[in-house]
């Protein structure tokens, strides 16, 4: 009875955590297509789909153990989680920092020269001109 309980919890086990390193190497290609990182990511892609192909498999092997789908599903909440967690901490890609100023263009200007990339709107305000800047600065 012992060894059927251990292979039932080795199987969920390796269920989730398949799950889990699939779902946290979706939060990286975005960031990694805008930077043109090709090789990387196509690397991610082949071991993130062989994961995915690997714990489709199981739960499919194994359909009359409800156990094994809620694996599945706990796995790709949990991994949803890592992912969110490991971009924040890698922060990789840019942001986009909003500046208001009356001194648009000078600032633009400045921005530049340390070469940020700078947009400028220029609106009305309370008082007066007023200069949104958007400043693409990286994480």
């Known amino acids: 009875m012992r060894i ?3 292979s039932f919890f080795l199987r969920f086990l390796m269920i989730f955590l398949a799950r889990v390193v699939d779902v946290s190497l979706d939060t990286l290609p975005p960031a990694l ?3 043109g990182k090709r090789a990387i990511l196509f690397v991610i892609a082949f071991i993130k789909y062989i994961i995915w192909v690997f714990a489709v498999s199981r739960v499919i092997n194994d359909l009359s153990d409800p156990f094994m789908a809620i ?3 706990f796995g790709f ?5 890592v992912g969110i967690t490991l971009e924040n901490v890698l922060k990789i890609g840019d942001q986009v920092v909003k500046f208001f100023t009356q001194k648009g263009s000078a600032v633009a200007h400045l921005l530049r020269e340390e070469n940020f990339r700078v947009t400028e709107f220029q609106g009305s305000g309370r008082d007066g001109t007023i200069y949104l800047l958007f ?3 990286p994480r």
Do not use: L, N
């Open 71 to 73: 694996a599945f599903a």
């Open 33 to 35: 297509i805008i930077r």
């Open 135 to 137: 400043v693409q600065v």
């Open 4 to 6: 059927v309980k251990w």
């Open 77 to 81: 909440a949990a991994g949803t989680f």
